[in-house]
Nanobody, 117 residues
């Protein structure tokens, strides 16, 4: 089992920045990718950004050029740097870890990001 602990959410004005962190522990050898998903009120959860164990990244079109995902293998931590935030980015952000053949089965508790206009 993998445990994920997130930090870094909060309230920011439009145009501002936040950095989210997610520390993984437990059966981390099972993880082949980590990512950030978000869920806004009344909307489905969506993948925002992901990074594989090999370092490949992918982003939702809505955040390309504004968000950057990175990871520290030494610290078993993944980060999401969010710049140029706008109110549409307001959501609960969840860290997730993907396992081979099982998909996104490990989830953090979520952290609220609120962007005011």
């Amino acid at each position: 089992q993998v445990q994920l602990v997130e930090s870094g959410g909060g309230l920011v004005q439009a145009g501002g920045s936040l950095r989210l962190s997610c520390a993984a522990s437990g059966s981390i050898s099972r993880i082949n990718a980590m990512g950030w998903h978000r869920q806004a009120p009344g909307k489905q959860r969506e993948l925002v950004a992901a990074v594989t164990s090999g370092g490949s990244t992918n982003y939702a079109d809505s955040v390309k050029g504004r968000f950057t995902i990175s990871r520290s293998n030494a610290k078993n931590t993944v980060y999401l740097q969010m710049n140029s935030l706008n109110p549409e980015d307001t959501a609960v952000y969840y860290c997730a870890a993907k396992e081979l053949y099982r998909g996104w089965v490990n989830w953090g508790q979520g952290t609220q990001v609120t962007v005011s206009s």
